[in-house]
């Protein structure tokens, strides 16, 4: 892991591999460890950057809220400082998605690809954005543990939580040791996030949309439509997943990120998808 000091942050950042730069973005309220499965196999014709986003995991710092656009900045400088000039393709899950929505719009001559995995383009209703307030404050002073308690039960599919404990548990251990402070700022952050469904149609870069077959949050439906409404977009259902796709079903997740990586920036990864 690389440290960087970007924004009056001090980054943690997986940084590995040479070629097109693939990016990813962790959900909430996790870290870069959810990529563990593509580390390797994208590493090998790629330059996989995965942080850990402001607050999380062993990044430092974070502000009372922390917006979607105020994420994407931190993306961009993270970039520049690393020296990555050229554009990259950007791949996030769920909120990793809602900061790549505004990533597209901010730093759109930053982007060659787009990969929307297990996310939502709509915004919070009332009572959506009323039950994050609230948790925020719970958590501050209650701690972490009511964070983990609300969402381990809603990442994972059936045949995960039955044939995978150990990969529910590791996640488990990480939402457990987020700081306070940084599940209260980013649930903020998302309770006011833009809605961006009528944005969806003036994205022009080749796009994925991926979700898992049982994901309860951002549902197969819901993400058809996104890829409905974005010009060219690809989509793919990973079977035996829920909202954590990439992690739950790697094997099937890599294949479409694979296939799709080769026909936007033309690379092929050693890893025989
Ligand atoms: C995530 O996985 O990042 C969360 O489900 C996002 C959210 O709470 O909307």
Not at 115 to 131: K, P, Q, Y
Not at 136 to 147: F, T, Y
Not at 155 to 163: I, R, S, V
Not at 243 to 257: C, G, K, T, V
Request: aromatic letters at 6%.
């Amino acid at each position: 892991m690389k440290r960087v000091a970007v924004r009056g942050v001090e980054w943690n950042v997986w940084d590995e591999g040479a070629g097109a730069v693939l990016l990813l973005v962790h959900g909430f309220p996790l870290d870069h460890s959810m990529w563990a499965g593509q580390f390797e196999p994208f590493s090998t014709r790629h330059r996989v950057i995965a942080p850990d986003l402001r607050g999380f995991g062993a990044s430092s710092a974070s502000d009372e809220s922390v917006s979607m656009e105020q994420f994407a900045d931190d993306l961009a400088e993270l970039l520049a400082a690393l020296k990555i000039n050229e554009p990259v393709v950007f791949c996030g899950l769920s909120m990793g998605g809602y900061i790549a929505l505004q990533f597209v719009k901010k730093h759109a001559d930053r982007l060659k690809a787009l990969v929307l995995c297990d996310t939502r383009a709509a915004a919070d209703t009332a009572e959506a954005a009323a039950n994050r307030l609230s948790m925020a404050q719970r958590v501050l002073n209650e701690g972490a543990e009511i964070a983990a308690a609300a969402m381990a039960p809603r990442l994972f599919g059936k045949q995960t939580a039955q044939q995978q404990p150990e990969r529910v548990e590791k996640v488990r251990r990480v939402m457990l040791s987020t700081a306070p402070a940084a599940i209260a700022a980013a649930q903020r952050g998302m309770a006011a996030r833009p809605e961006m469904t009528d944005y969806l149609p003036q994205i022009s870069v080749p796009t994925l949309v991926v979700v898992g077959e049982e994901d309860p949050i951002s549902p197969v439906a819901e993400m058809r439509q996104i890829a409905e409404s974005i010009p060219g977009a690809q989509f793919a259902i990973i079977s035996a997943a829920g909202h954590m796709a990439p992690l739950e079903n790697p094997a099937a997740f890599n294949a479409e990120l694979e296939k799709f990586l080769a026909s936007a920036t033309g690379s092929r990864t050693a890893t025989g998808f």
